[in-house]
């Protein structure tokens, strides 16, 4: 069992930055995929990022360039650092944990549950 919360969301000028972390709980952090995914309203839940439990970081097209990942294993906690934010990033963020293919919500097993992020135009 792993429980997630996640924090560091806010309101943000557009170009501005935000960084949001996700702290862990429980068993073997090291072992998961670590994934971050946002919803905006009216929409479906779409990935954003993700970091390997071997390595590796993933991004969607949409945020590539401007997102980054990282992790601490030793601290248990993940981070999304947004950069150049654009409004459409307003969404709420929320990060899982999982041990399948990255890009699908449904191949995470915990949910945080989510921080907003609110970019002005």
């Known amino acids: 069992q792993v429980q997630l919360v996640e924090s560091g969301g806010g309101l943000v000028q557009a170009g501005g930055s935000l960084r949001l972390s996700c702290a862990a709980s429980?068993?073997?952090?090291?072992?998961?995929?670590m994934g971050w995914f946002r919803q905006a309203p009216g929409k479906e839940r779409e990935f954003v990022g993700a970091?390997?439990?071997?390595?590796?970081?993933y991004y969607a097209d949409s945020v590539k360039g401007r997102f980054t990942i990282s992790r601490d294993n030793a601290k248990n906690t993940v981070h999304l650092q947004m950069n150049s934010l654009k409004p459409e990033d307003t969404a709420v963020y929320f990060c899982?944990?999982?041990?399948?293919?990255?890009?699908?919500?449904?191949?995470?097993?915990?949910w945080g549950q989510g921080t907003q992020v609110t970019v002005s135009s």
């Open positions: 970091f390997r439990s071997s390595g590796g970081t």
């Open positions: 429980g068993h073997r952090f090291s072992s998961y995929n």
């Open positions: 899982a944990a999982g041990k399948r293919l990255l890009l699908a919500p449904d191949n995470y097993d915990y």
